[in-house]
Every structure is written in structure tokens, then in C-alpha cells.
T-cell receptor, first 109, second 119 residues
Framework: AQRVTQPEKLLSVFKGAPVELKCNYSYSGSPELFWYVQYSRQRLQLLLR??SRESIKGFTADLNKGETSFHLKKPFAQEEDSAMYYCALSGGAGNMLTFGGGTRLMVKP | NAGVTQTPKFQVLKTGQSMTLQCAQDMNHNSMYWYRQDPGMGLRLIYYSASEGTTDKGEVPNGYNVSRLNKREFSLRLESAAPSQTSVYFC??????????????????FGAGSRLTVL
């Protein structure tokens, strides 16, 4: 079975501080990992996926298979980063997307 | 393009009442999904439809039924609502389902959500 754990329900930082949203997963094969984001009054949307290896809105995430983690990082948080963030995993062909419990990020001025 | 449209946005039901949540997508996607979002539990898959004409249970299907009416539309029905079904429901679609890594299979487009309260 595949499982995604986001240990922090709420993360509060000041503007300009570094941010790391933690995501740990459990899956025996080679997973595909995603971060989805939901800004206030907006729809849930894809932020980034590990396969793309790109930085979106200053966020990056590296898949660490040894630690089974896919933490989301940004060196300098902005107020507009305040949102609900969900880590998600797919085991590939024939597997559904499994979401973590979500972390609410609050960036204070 | 509207993307994924779901109705209604809000609904209050009494225990035992029935209702249907409607979802339509205009992106010619093959796969459609219904999730529920509860605090601290993330999004949990209720039912999905990998392609037109097929539906399958997800993680939490009890108390729900679905219909893939055509390629565009995927409805979720609560036959006898219970307070435990108070939640925010999201419909989503994707180009394909469970495909190979680096396909569009797991890139989901979500609707705006439907907040359901069962008293």
C-alpha cells in the first residue's frame, strides 16, 4: 500500500525566512511524487512534480529515495506563498494518486 | 475554457436525504475522479472513472455511487446522506489514468469544490 505523510499541519514563518514543508512516503517501487497547492479561494492545482526537476515560484523539491522523502523548499518565503500544500504519490501504471494530509503554510509580514 | 465545473457549490441536507453532485470537464480528458477533503486527512479518493464507460471504487466509496454519463460528465450520488458525509467534495480530471511516469496521467485538474453539510 502507498502512503504519504505530512507531519506538520501548520507551518508559520516570517516573510524572507526559508521554508521547508516535509513529505515522507511509503511505497515499495519507484514512485512519482507531486506537490499540489491550494491558495485561498482558488482551486487545487499542481505546483511541481519530481520528474520535471524544475523550480516553480521559487519552490524546489528533491526526491530522496533513501529517506523516502520529497520535501518542498523555498529559500525566501513570500506572503503570497501562504496556502495549503499537499504532497501526493503515484506508484505508476494502475495506481491512483494518494494525497497526504496537507500542510497549511502561513507567511507573516 | 471552463476546465472542470462542479455544481452545486454549497448544499445543506438533512440526514437521510439524497442528492447528486454534478461534474463536467471540457478538456477532453479520459479520466475523472471524485475526492473528499477533510481537515487533517487530506484528499481521499471516493470513486474514479479511468475512461468512459468504467467506474471503480477508491479509498472511501461507502455511501456513494457514481455515474460516468459520457466522456464529459461524472456525477456523484449520495443515496441517504449521513453527518459523516459532511465534507468538501472535489471533482478532478486527467488526460489518462495510472500511466507511465512522465505521462499526464497524474496531473489532475480540479473543480472549485462543493461544500456539503449534512445535519
Amino acid at each position: 500500500a502507498q502512503r504519504v505523510t505530512q507531519p506538520e499541519k501548520l507551518l508559520s514563518v516570517f516573510k524572507g525566512a526559508p521554508v521547508e514543508l516535509k513529505c515522507n512516503y511509503s511505497y515499495s517501487g519507484s514512485p512519482e511524487l507531486f506537490w499540489y497547492v491550494q491558495y485561498s479561494r482558488q482551486r487545487l492545482q499542481l505546483l511541481l512534480r519530481h520528474i520535471s526537476r524544475e523550480s516553480i515560484k521559487g519552490f524546489t523539491a528533491d526526491l530522496n529515495k533513501g529517506e523516502t522523502s520529497f520535501h518542498l523548499k523555498k529559500p525566501f518565503a513570500q506572503e503570497e506563498d501562504s496556502a495549503m500544500y499537499y504532497c501526493a504519490l503515484s506508484g505508476g501504471a494502475g495506481n491512483m494518486l494518494t494525497f497526504g494530509g496537507g500542510t497549511r503554510l502561513m507567511v507573516k509580514p | 475554457n471552463a476546465g472542470v465545473t462542479q455544481t452545486p457549490k454549497f448544499q445543506v441536507l438533512k440526514t437521510g436525504q439524497s442528492m447528486t453532485l454534478q461534474c463536467a470537464q471540457d478538456m477532453n480528458h479520459n479520466s475523472m475522479y471524485w475526492y473528499r477533503q477533510d481537515p487533517g486527512m487530506g484528499l481521499r479518493l471516493i470513486y474514479y472513472s479511468a475512461s468512459e464507460g468504467t467506474t471503480d471504487k477508491g479509498e472511501v466509496p461507502n455511501g456513494y455511487n457514481v455515474s460516468r454519463l459520457n466522456k464529459r460528465e461524472f456525477s456523484l450520488r449520495l443515496e441517504s446522506a449521513a453527518p459523516s458525509q459532511t465534507s468538501v467534495y472535489f471533482c478532478a480530471s486527467s488526460d489518462s489514468w495510472g500511466g507511465q511516469v512522465d505521462s499526464g496521467a497524474n496531473v489532475l485538474t480540479f473543480g472549485a469544490g462543493s461544500r456539503l453539510t449534512v445535519l
